[in-house]
């Protein structure tokens, strides 16, 4: 019997990348999964990538999360097929990217990132609390997907560092306010993860990039959803409010290697 046997789970972004890696994770493991991605065609095609894995009876519909009105279609959807809810991983995430640098980039496009990462994870929180995990005798858990970024900047990416630092204050907050009523709210904080980006890298940045890495790799998808996974079972039971580094060792040094003085 799988570890989330019986468990309804909701991935947000779970269309592409460590999303779909994360949806795979739980799906093989006995879990009724729902996805999402932001369009119609994101989610079609998260959806064919899935089944070309064989994984069966997953949900998928788009929502953009950043729309408290497809918000509430995404739960009505999980209320007719599912009628309960014990997972939900905020995983999707505005990269931030090409918006230049702190004193060119517009408010416009500080506000996009916002939407999504910080105020969209809510929303789709507050949606879980209120329409199911309250309303249910074992409540539900929560997991955010944030960044080592959040505490280690990286340059020209003002708003998404900003909103991954928000996150892991949101973690901590809602764990503080839910932990009385049986809500757990922890976070995976990864670092470089491979994903189709790396595909069209140059190889010596590639390479540079590892070396940054005290493991000399970056995370793998299914790396990261061990993480959430971990953080969504009852192995962490006692765990709310925690931000877990996933970085292959990233976060513990001061100076990568070959600029080590
Ligand atoms: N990749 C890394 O190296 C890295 C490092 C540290 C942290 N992380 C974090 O780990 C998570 C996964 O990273 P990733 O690189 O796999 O992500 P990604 O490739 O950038 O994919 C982002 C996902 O979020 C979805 N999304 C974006 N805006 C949305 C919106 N408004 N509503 C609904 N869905 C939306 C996207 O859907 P569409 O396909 O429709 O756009 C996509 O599925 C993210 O939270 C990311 O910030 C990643």
Redesign the pocket.
Known sequence: MGRFENKVVLV??G?????LDIVEKFAREGAKVFM????AE??AKGAGILASRGLKGITSQP????DASQVAALFDTIEREAGRLDILVN?????GIGHGGPLEMSPSAFHEVFN?NVI?GFQVTQAACTRFFMKQETRGVVVF?S???AMRAIRNRTAYCSS?GAINSLVRSLALDLGPLGIRVNCCA????Y?ERWETLDPAKAARRRLNCPLRHEAK?AD?ANVVAFLASGDSGNMTGEIVTCDAGCSCQHMPEDVDV
């Open positions: 947000t972004g269309n592409r990348n460590t999303g999402c991605g932001s369009s994101s989610t929502c953009d999360i950043s995983n999707a995430a505005n990269q999504t969209g997907l960044s080592n970024t991954k990864p670092g470089y993860i994903t998808g990261i």
